[in-house]
């Protein structure tokens, strides 16, 4: 069966990586940039994903870029307690919880394809510019390379993997436009500082009007206990202000350290953070409403270009890990490439519409809203604000919602296909 992958980003390579395990091996890979470099700040991978990276062999690899964080704990702006849970292993599941930068992990995934697939299996310089999917039996992709030369590629299964500016969801959906943005703007960035907390702990600071999130990239070191942190800063914009979804916009630090002059806390100098990024990358709050239909003719969309959703939750990268594992289980296992895209679409499509809904309400990070809408000026005991209860409601219904609940995961049956009954498929 031949396969063609369009973007090489997370969902891309790793369905490259999930098709292999189950057994194919005419699988291309092919990405706009003429040069894939490891761009982007931190990202999570939570244990629903780790577990995937485990059973596709990953997880020492991916582990040894990555720190795994011990809780996850939510402030009001003040800087005051209002939800603290463990993460990964420390919550009972089997799988921890990553955080990773993205471009090294990015880079991690393509040396993997190429050791396991071959080089050459992606192909760089290759823009999708347009695809027949008219024929039920083969999808017919023109690319574009740098010269501007036409390369027309035929493929039995053709997967978007292409973003939040995914060329294949454009064709189909023409009259979509810019992704829709709720007018926060969001400066990601790295920065090395002080060890805080246990070193090991995500954090978000704030409400539904500015937030700081932060969390650590890399243990901190035993001499002067520093460590690689990824931060995350969020402002509503001013009115009438305009979005321009780019993911690698640098801007200046300086006026994000004065919105957060106020915000040094004991156990967190926030102003710090930013002032001593390595670099601030600025992108708008934007995603992608759902969509009837993933697939048309042997086309099927994937990750962010079915499903983009705010960073709320952590859960992009993931959510495209589980994707490109369900779509090979299916294509595996399925008796038709037919069935099996739909398979896949039913698996993944009315799941990801319920968890993008989740993130536009603020998914876990509403119980900073909640505090905040109770109590602006603090409090002196949260559970006077937020019942303990409320709490772990809204904690538990995310989990389940976005396919991580402790119990659910650990018990979930596998999305490996037994190598018995997938011997090398044509
Ligand atoms: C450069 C970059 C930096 C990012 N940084 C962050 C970050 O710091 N934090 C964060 O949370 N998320 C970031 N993201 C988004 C994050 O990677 C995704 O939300 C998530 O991992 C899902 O991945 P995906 O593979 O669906 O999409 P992406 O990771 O966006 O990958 C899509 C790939 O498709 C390629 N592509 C696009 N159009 C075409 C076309 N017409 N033809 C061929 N190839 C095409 C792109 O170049 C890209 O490599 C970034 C994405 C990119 C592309």
């Given at each position: 069966m031949r396969i063609v992958i369009v973007g090489a980003g997370i969902g891309g390579l790793v369905t490259a990586l999930s098709l292999e395990a189950a057994g194919f091996r005419d699988i291309r890979v092919v990405e706009r940039v003429r040069e894939l470099r490891p761009l982007g700040v931190g990202i999570?991978?939570?244990p629903h994903a780790v577990r995937e990276l485990t059973e596709l062999g990953l997880a020492e690899l991916v582990a040894g870029i990555g720190v795994a964080p011990s809780r996850l704990a939510y402030f009001n702006r003040h800087g005051q307690p209002i939800w603290s849970e463990p993460r990964g292993l420390d919550a009972g599941y089997h799988w921890p919880q990553l955080s990773v930068h993205r471009g090294e992990f990015q880079m991690l995934l393509?040396?993997?394809?190429?050791?396991?697939?071959?080089?050459?299996?992606v192909q760089q310089g290759l823009r999708l510019a347009s695809v027949d999917d008219g024929d039920p039996d083969v999808a017919t992709a023109r690319f574009v390379d740098a010269a501007g030369d036409d390369v027309v590629l035929e493929a039995d299964v053709l997967v978007g993997a292409d973003g939040i500016h995914s060329a294949l969801r454009a064709q189909r959906y023409p009259d979509e436009g810019a992704p829709p943005w709720n007018g926060l703007i969001l400066w990601r960035g790295t920065a090395i500082v002080p060890e805080y907390l246990d070193g090991r702990t995500m954090i978000m600071a704030g409400d539904g009007e500015q937030k700081f999130v932060a969390y650590p990239?890399?243990?901190?070191?035993?001499?002067?206990?520093?460590?690689?942190?990824?931060f995350i800063a969020e402002r509503r914009a001013p009115e009438g202000a305009t979005a321009l979804s780019d993911w690698n916009r640098p801007v200046d630090p300086e006026p994000i350290v004065e919105l957060f002059a106020?915000?040094?806390?004991?156990?967190?100098?926030?102003?710090?953070?930013?002032?001593?990024?390595?670099?601030?990358?600025?992108y708008p709050m934007v995603d992608r409403d759902p969509i009837p239909s993933?697939?048309?003719?042997?086309?099927?969309?994937?990750?962010d270009a079915a499903h983009a959703m705010y960073p709320n939750g952590s859960n992009g990268a993931s959510q495209a890990?589980?994707?490109?594992?369900t779509l090979a289980h299916r294509i595996a296992t399925e008796p038709s490439v037919e069935a099996a895209l739909a398979a896949y679409e039913a698996d993944r499509r009315p799941a990801t519409a319920r968890l993008l809904e989740m993130t536009r309400r603020l998914g876990p990070e509403q119980v900073m809203q909640l505090a905040y809408e109770r109590a602006p000026q603090g409090f002196a005991d949260v559970h006077d604000v937020i019942p303990r209860d409320e709490l772990e409601r809204i904690a538990r219904d995310y989990k389940v919602a976005a396919g991580f609940d402790p119990a659910g995961l650990n018990e979930r049956s596998?999305?490996?296909v037994p190598t018995v009954a997938a011997p090398e498929r044509a």
């Open positions: 999570n991978l939570l393509l040396r993997e394809v190429e050791r396991r697939l071959g080089v050459g299996t990239l890399s243990a901190p070191d035993a001499a002067a206990g520093m460590s690689r942190v990824n106020g915000w040094r806390f004991d156990w967190l100098d926030v102003p710090l953070v930013i002032a001593s990024a390595e670099g601030i990358l600025e993933w697939t048309s003719g042997r086309t099927i969309l994937l990750g890990i589980l994707d490109a594992r596998s999305l490996s």
